[in-house]
């Protein structure tokens, strides 16, 4: 009977959680903002808030699986969905499609937020998010007129002028740390959002170490570009978050040693950037070099 009154306990009607979730999301906002956070009916919502958070991960814990499976069934019964799935180089194709987009709005954003706030920054993002869109360009060009994987000579030399345009994000990179150093730019994310960006940042990462791997492996040069390209892009919204975690979080770090953290980490993001394009290029060089030699030879 007890351990039924648990089970009841912890998996409550969705009413229930539809009523909580909004009242504990009030109750904190409104301690925090007020500073009542040792008042003794914080103690309450702390607690409550502490058993709503529990519910909301146990229903998850056994919806999410089940509506994951059905929209996994209803992906692999659409035909482009299962080529989606299962056909590496034409997910690359598409995936290629949607960060282009992305780039070219981050690159209107930011001029025109130049234009409204006269702000050198807003350009340099603007021509960091225009560096990325020219790459994904160019690689959507390719395999959209020639594909992947048809033609690996070409194949190759695209690849290696992604690589050469790579490097020029070490402007861009050098001019954004310069202005963080000296003109105190940066982000800055208010209140909760600041974790939703750093989860957010952790898992594209993550993401573009495991692509990274997995995509080298089948040997195509315009798809581990494209990976090369998001792990970049990756790095370097690592340094833009420890720029906003300083802001959020920094008051007990002197400025002395924030700049030197942020130096470091721009160095480490510049050398790591610069390695892989460096690598890119020779690898490509040296293999466009071997086929040239072996057709002159024939």
């Known amino acids: 009977m007890e351990l039924k009154k648990l089970i009841k306990l912890l998996y409550p009607p969705v009413w229930v959680i539809s009523l909580l979730v909004p009242i504990c999301t009030a109750s904190l906002i409104l301690i925090f903002l007020k500073g009542y956070e040792h008042h003794p009916l914080a103690y309450a919502a702390y607690v409550l808030s502490f058993y709503t958070l529990t519910v909301v ?22 035909p482009t969905g299962e080529r989606f799935m299962t056909d590496m180089k034409f997910r690359t194709h598409i995936t290629l499609y949607g960060s282009l987009a992305v780039n070219l709005l981050y690159v209107a954003l930011n001029i025109v937020s130049g234009l409204i706030y006269k702000s050198a920054w807003f350009y340099i ?3 960091y998010y225009t560096i990325l869109a020219l790459m994904r360009f160019l690689l959507v060009r390719f395999a959209h007129s020639t594909g992947i994987g048809k033609n690996r000579f070409k194949e190759l030399r695209r690849s290696r002028l992604c690589g050469y345009i790579l490097l020029t994000v070490n402007l861009s990179l050098s001019g954004a740390v310069l202005m963080i150093l000296y003109q105190n730019k940066g982000y800055e994310y208010n209140g909760i959002l600041i974790y939703v960006m750093a989860a957010y ?8 170490i495991k692509n990274l791997i997995k995509y080298r492996k089948l040997g195509s040069p315009v798809m581990s570009m494209a990976k090369i390209i998001s792990m970049a892009a990756a790095l370097v919204s690592m340094l833009s978050l420890e720029t906003a975690m300083f802001s959020a979080f920094g008051e007990d770090m002197s400025p002395q040693n924030q700049s030197l953290m942020i130096m470091l980490t721009g160095a480490g993001v ?3 950037i610069i390695t892989m394009s460096v690598y890119s290029i020779v690898k490509n060089s040296k293999e466009i070099n071997r086929i040239m030699e072996n057709d002159y030879g024939k």
Do not use: E, Q
Request: proline share 3%; charged share 15%.
């Open 57 to 78: 991960v146990m229903r998850c814990i056994i919806t999410i699986p089940k509506h994951y499976r059905y929209a996994k069934k209803a992906v692999y019964d659409n």
């Open 270 to 272: 510049s050398i790591i």
């Open 125 to 127: 993002l603007a021509f």
């Open 201 to 208: 940042t952790f898992w594209i990462t993550a993401f573009a």
